[in-house]
């Protein structure tokens, strides 16, 4: 299965992230990162579907995130 990691710049966003793709049916899951990139907070979201919804919603919502990594 096909995981899309997008850090987050702050713990704020992550939450309110979550919480938005979540509303929308959009399976996520809210992770501490371990070796975070310089500039954000140490949280993530895997998001495992429905990615470019999700990085729509996000983005219309103000939500800033970086596609940190692919794994699949």
Do not use: Q, W
């Not at 713990?11 to 959009?26: C, D, H, M, N, S």
């Not at 990162?33 to 998001?47: D, R, W």
Request: with cysteine; hydrophobic share 40%.
């Amino acid at each position: 299965m096909t995981v899309i990691i997008l850090e987050m710049p702050s713990y704020t966003f992550a939450v309110k992230g979550e919480k938005l793709l979540k509303a929308r049916g959009i399976s996520c899951e809210l992770k501490r990162n371990i070796n975070a990139a310089p500039g954000s907070c140490g949280y993530s979201l895997h998001v495992r579907r429905d990615f470019n919804r999700a990085a729509e919603i996000l983005k219309k919502n103000g939500v800033p995130f970086i596609i940190k990594e692919k794994r699949g």
